[in-house]
Protein backbone atom coordinates (compact mmCIF):
# COMPACT_ATOMS: atom_id res chain seq x y z
CA UNK A 1 0.00 0.00 0.00
CA UNK A 2 2.91 2.40 0.91
CA UNK A 3 4.76 1.35 -2.16
CA UNK A 4 1.76 2.36 -3.87
CA UNK A 5 1.23 6.11 -2.42
CA UNK A 6 4.83 6.91 -3.02
CA UNK A 7 4.01 5.52 -6.68
CA UNK A 8 1.93 7.68 -7.33
CA UNK A 9 3.27 10.62 -5.76
CA UNK A 10 6.21 10.05 -7.46
CA UNK A 11 4.10 10.47 -10.88
CA UNK A 12 2.54 13.94 -9.82
CA UNK A 13 5.91 15.12 -8.79
CA UNK A 14 7.75 14.49 -11.59
CA UNK A 15 4.72 15.43 -14.06
CA UNK A 16 5.55 13.14 -17.12
CA UNK A 17 6.67 9.64 -17.76
CA UNK A 18 9.86 8.76 -18.98
CA UNK A 19 9.93 6.15 -21.53
CA UNK A 20 12.64 4.25 -22.88
CA UNK A 21 13.73 3.75 -26.23
CA UNK A 22 12.39 -0.17 -26.71
CA UNK A 23 14.71 -1.06 -29.21
CA UNK A 24 17.76 -4.04 -28.75
CA UNK A 25 21.32 -2.37 -28.61
CA UNK A 26 22.68 -3.03 -31.83
CA UNK A 27 26.25 -4.08 -32.39
CA UNK A 28 28.17 -1.10 -32.06
CA UNK A 29 26.18 -0.16 -28.40
CA UNK A 30 27.86 -3.63 -27.34
CA UNK A 31 30.97 -3.27 -28.04
CA UNK A 32 31.26 0.21 -26.41
CA UNK A 33 29.54 -1.50 -22.96
CA UNK A 34 32.39 -4.59 -23.23
CA UNK A 35 35.26 -1.95 -24.07
CA UNK A 36 33.90 1.12 -21.17
CA UNK A 37 33.89 3.68 -23.80
CA UNK A 38 30.45 5.93 -24.92
CA UNK A 39 30.10 8.45 -27.59
CA UNK A 40 28.51 11.09 -26.96
CA UNK A 41 28.71 14.59 -29.67
CA UNK A 42 30.75 12.41 -31.77
CA UNK A 43 33.63 12.18 -29.75
CA UNK A 44 34.63 8.67 -28.18
CA UNK A 45 35.17 9.06 -24.03
CA UNK A 46 37.15 6.95 -21.72
CA UNK A 47 34.20 5.72 -19.09
CA UNK A 48 34.37 2.47 -16.56
CA UNK A 49 30.93 0.57 -17.38
CA UNK A 50 29.42 -0.75 -13.82
CA UNK A 51 26.93 -3.19 -13.02
CA UNK A 52 24.53 -1.55 -11.12
CA UNK A 53 22.55 -4.57 -10.55
CA UNK A 54 22.07 -8.23 -11.73
CA UNK A 55 19.81 -11.15 -10.81
CA UNK A 56 17.54 -13.21 -11.86
CA UNK A 57 14.85 -10.27 -12.65
CA UNK A 58 16.59 -7.87 -14.02
CA UNK A 59 20.40 -7.14 -15.14
CA UNK A 60 20.75 -3.16 -15.26
CA UNK A 61 24.78 -1.30 -16.33
CA UNK A 62 25.78 1.71 -17.10
CA UNK A 63 27.27 2.67 -19.95
CA UNK A 64 28.59 6.52 -19.82
CA UNK A 65 27.82 9.78 -18.32
CA UNK A 66 26.60 13.17 -19.81
CA UNK A 67 26.52 16.01 -17.57
CA UNK A 68 25.65 18.75 -20.23
CA UNK A 69 22.38 17.35 -21.06
CA UNK A 70 19.47 20.13 -20.92
CA UNK A 71 17.46 18.42 -18.08
CA UNK A 72 20.92 18.03 -15.46
CA UNK A 73 23.44 15.39 -15.42
CA UNK A 74 22.91 12.06 -16.94
CA UNK A 75 23.76 8.26 -16.27
CA UNK A 76 23.49 6.37 -19.45
CA UNK A 77 22.10 2.57 -18.67
CA UNK A 78 21.37 -0.86 -20.10
CA UNK A 79 18.47 -2.47 -18.92
CA UNK A 80 17.42 -6.05 -19.49
CA UNK A 81 14.43 -7.84 -18.28
CA UNK A 82 14.98 -11.09 -17.57
CA UNK A 83 11.59 -12.68 -17.15
CA UNK A 84 8.23 -13.33 -19.20
CA UNK A 85 6.18 -10.44 -17.77
CA UNK A 86 6.41 -6.84 -18.14
CA UNK A 87 7.73 -5.22 -15.64
CA UNK A 88 8.40 -1.45 -14.79
CA UNK A 89 11.74 -0.26 -12.90
CA UNK A 90 11.97 2.79 -10.91
CA UNK A 91 15.09 4.56 -9.06
CA UNK A 92 14.12 5.02 -5.27
CA UNK A 93 15.33 6.53 -1.97
CA UNK A 94 18.52 7.97 -4.18
CA UNK A 95 21.26 10.10 -2.66
CA UNK A 96 24.12 11.80 -3.90
CA UNK A 97 27.24 12.02 -1.55
CA UNK A 98 24.94 11.66 1.34
CA UNK A 99 22.05 14.44 0.12
CA UNK A 100 19.05 13.09 -1.30
CA UNK A 101 18.04 13.58 -4.90
CA UNK A 102 15.33 11.55 -6.37
CA UNK A 103 15.93 11.45 -10.10
CA UNK A 104 13.82 11.12 -13.42
CA UNK A 105 13.90 7.44 -13.91
CA UNK A 106 11.11 4.88 -14.97
CA UNK A 107 11.38 2.70 -17.72
CA UNK A 108 8.88 -0.14 -19.14
CA UNK A 109 10.31 -3.58 -20.46
CA UNK A 110 8.60 -6.48 -22.53
CA UNK A 111 9.70 -9.80 -21.42
CA UNK A 112 12.88 -10.94 -21.69
CA UNK A 113 13.42 -7.16 -23.82
CA UNK A 114 16.81 -4.79 -23.52
CA UNK A 115 16.94 -1.17 -23.93
CA UNK A 116 18.71 1.74 -23.03
CA UNK A 117 17.39 4.77 -20.97
CA UNK A 118 19.05 7.35 -18.53
CA UNK A 119 18.82 8.20 -14.99
CA UNK A 120 18.75 12.66 -14.69
CA UNK A 121 19.38 14.27 -11.84
CA UNK A 122 18.03 17.81 -12.15
CA UNK A 123 20.48 20.75 -12.36
CA UNK A 124 19.13 22.45 -9.61
CA UNK A 125 19.72 18.91 -6.98
CA UNK A 126 23.27 18.09 -6.84
CA UNK A 127 26.45 19.92 -7.32
CA UNK A 128 28.81 16.87 -7.65
CA UNK A 129 28.12 13.49 -9.56
CA UNK A 130 29.46 11.33 -7.40
CA UNK A 131 28.36 8.33 -4.60
CA UNK A 132 25.25 7.46 -6.06
CA UNK A 133 23.47 5.26 -3.46
CA UNK A 134 19.63 3.79 -3.87
CA UNK A 135 17.08 1.32 -4.75
CA UNK A 136 15.74 -0.02 -7.81
CA UNK A 137 11.99 -0.97 -7.37
CA UNK A 138 10.75 -3.44 -10.05
CA UNK A 139 7.03 -3.56 -10.52
CA UNK A 140 4.62 -6.18 -12.49
CA UNK A 141 3.12 -4.16 -14.95
CA UNK A 142 -0.13 -6.34 -14.77
CA UNK A 143 -1.18 -5.40 -11.30
CA UNK A 144 1.36 -3.43 -10.07
CA UNK A 145 2.87 -6.01 -7.37
CA UNK A 146 6.43 -5.01 -6.24
CA UNK A 147 8.44 -7.95 -7.57
CA UNK A 148 11.60 -6.64 -5.35
CA UNK A 149 13.29 -3.66 -4.27
CA UNK A 150 17.26 -4.11 -5.12
CA UNK A 151 20.00 -1.37 -3.86
CA UNK A 152 22.83 -0.37 -5.89
CA UNK A 153 25.69 2.30 -6.18
CA UNK A 154 27.39 3.72 -8.82
CA UNK A 155 30.17 6.24 -9.34
CA UNK A 156 31.94 5.49 -5.92
CA UNK A 157 34.24 7.83 -4.83
CA UNK A 158 36.09 7.55 -1.62
CA UNK A 159 37.49 10.99 -1.90
CA UNK A 160 34.33 12.96 -2.84
CA UNK A 161 33.19 14.65 0.58
CA UNK A 162 29.66 13.70 1.36
CA UNK A 163 26.89 16.20 2.15
CA UNK A 164 26.22 17.30 6.23
CA UNK A 165 23.15 19.01 7.66
CA UNK A 166 23.71 22.36 8.04
CA UNK A 167 24.92 23.94 10.69
CA UNK A 168 23.76 27.36 9.63
CA UNK A 169 19.68 27.37 10.80
CA UNK A 170 16.89 27.09 13.76
CA UNK A 171 16.90 23.70 15.11
CA UNK A 172 13.11 22.62 14.81
CA UNK A 173 13.53 19.00 15.85
CA UNK A 174 16.27 16.41 16.94
CA UNK A 175 15.57 13.33 18.64
CA UNK A 176 16.49 9.78 18.27
CA UNK A 177 15.01 9.45 15.02
CA UNK A 178 15.75 12.83 13.05
CA UNK A 179 16.77 16.02 13.13
CA UNK A 180 15.65 18.78 11.25
CA UNK A 181 16.44 22.20 10.57
CA UNK A 182 15.20 25.39 9.13
CA UNK A 183 17.41 27.37 7.00
CA UNK A 184 15.27 29.78 4.95
CA UNK A 185 12.61 30.85 3.00
CA UNK A 186 11.91 32.17 -0.67
CA UNK A 187 9.57 32.98 -3.52
CA UNK A 188 9.32 29.89 -6.23
CA UNK A 189 7.81 31.71 -9.57
CA UNK A 190 5.87 28.78 -10.35
CA UNK A 191 5.05 27.11 -6.83
CA UNK A 192 4.82 30.54 -4.80
CA UNK A 193 6.47 30.83 -1.19
CA UNK A 194 8.19 28.24 0.61
CA UNK A 195 10.27 27.67 3.35
CA UNK A 196 13.40 25.45 3.42
CA UNK A 197 14.15 22.05 5.36
CA UNK A 198 16.73 19.79 6.12
CA UNK A 199 16.08 16.68 7.79
CA UNK A 200 18.58 13.85 8.64
CA UNK A 201 17.54 10.19 8.81
CA UNK A 202 19.28 9.02 12.35
CA UNK A 203 17.82 5.62 11.88
CA UNK A 204 18.46 1.92 10.20
CA UNK A 205 15.74 2.52 8.11
CA UNK A 206 14.44 3.88 4.86
CA UNK A 207 11.97 7.22 5.95
CA UNK A 208 9.10 8.91 4.36
CA UNK A 209 8.42 12.36 5.91
CA UNK A 210 5.27 14.71 5.79
CA UNK A 211 3.91 17.80 6.71
CA UNK A 212 0.97 18.01 9.11
CA UNK A 213 -1.21 20.49 10.98
CA UNK A 214 0.74 23.44 9.61
CA UNK A 215 -0.46 26.66 10.03
CA UNK A 216 1.14 29.63 8.61
CA UNK A 217 0.42 33.20 10.76
CA UNK A 218 -2.74 32.17 12.16
CA UNK A 219 -4.29 30.37 9.09
CA UNK A 220 -4.54 26.36 8.58
CA UNK A 221 -2.06 25.82 5.44
CA UNK A 222 -2.08 22.45 2.87
CA UNK A 223 1.54 22.56 1.02
CA UNK A 224 3.06 20.24 -1.07
CA UNK A 225 5.66 18.13 0.95
CA UNK A 226 6.96 14.38 1.19
CA UNK A 227 10.26 13.58 1.31
CA UNK A 228 12.09 10.35 0.96
CA UNK A 229 15.19 9.97 2.95
CA UNK A 230 17.26 6.70 3.05
CA UNK A 231 19.31 5.37 6.29
CA UNK A 232 21.55 7.59 7.41
CA UNK A 233 21.37 10.09 4.51
CA UNK A 234 19.95 13.95 4.51
CA UNK A 235 17.52 15.41 2.50
CA UNK A 236 17.10 19.22 1.49
CA UNK A 237 13.49 20.41 0.43
CA UNK A 238 11.20 22.89 -0.10
CA UNK A 239 7.64 23.39 1.63
CA UNK A 240 5.78 24.81 -0.99
CA UNK A 241 2.63 26.49 0.06
CA UNK A 242 -0.08 27.43 -3.05
CA UNK A 243 -2.39 29.95 -1.03
CA UNK A 244 -1.93 33.62 -2.72
CA UNK A 245 -2.39 34.91 0.70
CA UNK A 246 1.00 33.92 2.39
CA UNK A 247 2.41 36.82 3.49
CA UNK A 248 5.99 35.73 4.80
CA UNK A 249 6.43 33.09 7.02
CA UNK A 250 6.71 35.14 11.12
CA UNK A 251 4.52 32.27 12.98
CA UNK A 252 4.72 28.57 11.68
CA UNK A 253 3.62 25.63 13.82
CA UNK A 254 3.37 22.36 12.08
CA UNK A 255 4.33 18.39 12.75
CA UNK A 256 6.47 16.57 10.63
CA UNK A 257 4.70 12.43 10.44
CA UNK A 258 7.73 10.22 9.96
CA UNK A 259 6.98 6.57 8.81
CA UNK A 260 8.84 3.56 7.23
CA UNK A 261 8.90 3.28 3.65
CA UNK A 262 8.96 0.07 3.98
CA UNK A 263 6.34 -1.27 6.25
CA UNK A 264 4.02 1.92 6.40
CA UNK A 265 4.37 1.78 10.01
CA UNK A 266 4.27 5.67 11.99
CA UNK A 267 7.78 5.97 13.80
CA UNK A 268 6.94 9.21 15.04
CA UNK A 269 4.60 12.63 15.19
CA UNK A 270 6.83 15.70 15.89
CA UNK A 271 6.23 19.02 16.48
CA UNK A 272 8.02 22.03 15.47
CA UNK A 273 7.61 26.05 15.39
CA UNK A 274 9.25 29.11 13.58
CA UNK A 275 8.80 32.29 15.16
CA UNK A 276 10.43 34.84 13.49
Known amino acids: MVKNILFGLFIIATVSFVSCNHSNLNVRQEEEIETGKEVIDGQQNSFKSEVLLENEIVKIVSTGI ?10 KVEIENKIDKTIVVQAMYTSVNNL ?7 CELLP ?28 DK ?23 ISDNGLVLIDNEAIKCIYTGQGEDNVFGPYIMLEIENKIDDNVVAQIREISVNG ?8 SEISAGK ?32 TIGDYPFSIIE
Request: charged share 30%; no cysteine; glycine share 8%.
Open 112 to 139: KEKSTDSIVFFKDSIEELKNIEGFFSVF
Open 66 to 75: DENSSEGSEI
Open 234 to 265: TSRNKVKFYEEDVNGFKDVEGKIHVFSGDTGD
Open 142 to 164: DGWETIGNYPFAALVDENSAGYN
Open 100 to 106: MSQPMFM
Open 219 to 226: SMMDPLFI
